[in-house]
């Protein structure tokens, strides 16, 4: 949640700056924020055993929740409701929660065909994990690490990439969308007048009569 509030307001005052950047950084920050959460999540994953204590476990993973979070608030959303006309604003974020579901589900299959993949011992019908060796237990704690880890360089870098499209698409794209509504706002301010006109002659030729 915090971070989501801290990736909003940053994007929220980086689009406001007065610069050339200014339709970049939302962008920036949501790319940002993986940048530096992605080496975060990979010493915390192949280096679990000298993080130390559970203090330092916790912030860890807090820190990467935290910047992981930022991306959508900063970029997606806001993004998403300005290069698509108000009519079908709802459709788009729509379908766009829908995608990002499917993402995830196809993630989470991917972590455990390839922790398979990495060796994973998977318990015997009856079998309880107290029965396994110390061997064993570090051998799929190694093989479920490294399976979360290329599962999340693979999505989150992938993302990371798409953003770099973002900084072509979203300002050609947002400008289309700004002069549709604004040749749309005109023609129905034209339709107004004429509209007010039409009724003041009426009222002008009534009054003659």
Same mark, same amino acid.
């Given at each position: 949640?915090?971070?989501?509030?801290?990736?909003?307001?940053?994007?929220?005052?980086?689009?406001?700056?007065?610069?050339?950047?200014?339709?970049?950084?939302?962008?920036?920050?949501?790319?940002?924020?993986?940048?530096?959460?992605?080496?975060?999540?990979?010493?915390?994953?192949?280096?679990?055993?000298?993080?130390?204590?559970?203090?330092?476990?916790?912030?860890?993973?807090?820190?990467?929740?935290?910047?992981?979070?930022?991306?959508?608030?900063?970029?997606?959303?806001?993004?998403?409701?300005?290069?698509?006309?108000?009519?079908?604003?709802?459709?788009?974020?729509?379908?766009?929660?829908?995608?990002?579901?499917?993402?995830?589900?196809?993630?989470?299959?991917?972590?455990?065909?390839?922790?398979?993949?990495?060796?994973?011992? +998977?318990?015997?019908?009856?079998?309880?994990?107290?029965?396994? #060796? !110390?061997?064993?237990?570090?051998?799929?704690? =190694? &093989?479920? %690490?490294?399976?979360?880890?290329?599962?999340?360089?693979?999505?989150?870098?992938?993302?990371?990439?798409?953003?770099?499209?973002?900084?072509?698409?979203?300002?050609?794209?947002?400008?289309?969308?700004?002069?549709?509504?604004?040749? +749309?706002?005109?023609?129905?301010?034209?339709?107004?007048?004429? #509209? !007010?006109?039409?009724?003041?002659?009426?009222? =002008? &030729?009534? %009054?003659?009569?």
């Amino acid at each position: 949640m915090a971070g989501s509030v801290c990736g909003g307001w940053l994007g929220d005052k980086g689009s406001r700056h007065p610069s050339r950047f200014q339709h970049y950084a939302r962008i920036m920050v949501a790319q940002g924020s993986l940048i530096i959460a992605l080496p975060i999540l990979c010493s915390l994953l192949l280096f679990l055993d000298d993080v130390g204590n559970f203090a330092t476990f916790s912030f860890m993973t807090v820190l990467i929740a935290f910047l992981l979070s930022m991306s959508e608030q900063a970029c997606d959303n806001p993004l998403l409701t300005e290069v698509v006309v108000p009519e079908v604003r709802s459709t788009a974020i729509g379908l766009a929660y829908t995608f990002m579901g499917i993402v995830s589900s196809i993630g989470s299959l991917l972590v455990g065909m390839s922790a398979e993949w990495y060796g994973y011992r +998977e318990l015997e019908p009856g079998q309880s994990v107290e029965t396994l #060796t !110390e061997e064993e237990r570090e051998h799929n704690k =190694d &093989a479920l %690490g490294n399976s979360l880890l290329s599962v999340s360089l693979l999505f989150w870098g992938l993302q990371i990439c798409l953003y770099f499209l973002f900084y072509y698409l979203y300002p050609k794209q947002l400008n289309k969308i700004q002069t549709q509504l604004r040749e +749309e706002r005109d023609r129905e301010l034209l339709s107004r007048r004429g #509209t !007010e006109m039409n009724l003041l002659s009426k009222e =002008d &030729a009534d %009054g003659r009569a």
